[in-house]
């Protein structure tokens, strides 16, 4: 069961105006867009498909939770491909939580030589917040609930909801 947080047009709204936003920031530059799978790959596929320059993308994939746990430690499970050395790198995720994933590819992207590190979310949740990470970009502030739809799971479900929710159980 779940509770709609964020509706298909609220959504909608929001990605075109963050893109907006980068594009504005961003237009001219070598830009490359990473997007940390699994959870960012609906958001990603439609915010790049706004952003009004061209730039390359790359995929990186980790894993911290289990069901509606954080287990804390963070682990890199497929790496990038890209040489992100003079770039201006964009890390897409789907939600900053503790803001451990995002602190530790800082930190591994880092050793890359990046021109520019920024990060870009479609969702914020502050009050979770265990290392302070500085998000760039993000289209919605959240609560400390676990959410899930546009690409967010619960134990792989729910990805495919148009909207964003708030999971109250299975039924
Ligand atoms: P962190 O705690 O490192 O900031 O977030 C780690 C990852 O946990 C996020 O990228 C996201 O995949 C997952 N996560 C955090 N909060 C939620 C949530 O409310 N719902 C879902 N589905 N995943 C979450």
Redesign the pocket.
């Known amino acids: 069961m779940v509770k709609i947080l964020f509706s298909k047009d609220d959504i909608e709204k929001r990605v075109s105006e963050i893109a907006a936003q980068i594009s504005r920031d961003f237009k001219g530059k070598d830009v490359v867009m990473v997007a940390?799978l699994?959870?960012?790959f609906v958001f990603f596929a439609d915010l790049i498909r706004m952003l009004d320059f061209d730039f390359s993308v790359d995929f990186i994939s980790?894993?911290?939770?289990i069901g509606?746990f954080?287990q804390g430690d963070?682990k890199k499970i497929y790496g990038l491909q890209e040489n992100l050395s003079g770039k201006d790198v964009i890390i897409v995720?789907?939600?900053?939580?503790?803001?451990?994933?995002?602190?530790?590819l800082f930190k591994e992207f880092s050793f890359k030589n990046p021109r520019s590190l920024s990060a870009c979310a479609l969702?914020n949740?502050k009050c979770?917040?265990?290392i302070d990470?500085p998000v760039k970009y993000f289209c919605f502030e959240?609560g400390n609930?676990?959410?899930?739809g546009y690409g967010?799971?619960?134990n792989g479900l729910?990805r495919g909801l148009p909207y964003i929710a708030k999971?109250l159980g299975k039924k």
């Open positions: 940390v699994r959870g960012s980790l894993s911290s939770y509606t954080s963070v995720e789907d939600i900053v939580d503790t803001g451990r994933t995002l602190d530790f969702l949740k979770a917040r265990i990470v959240t609930d676990f959410v899930v967010l799971d619960y729910y999971f």
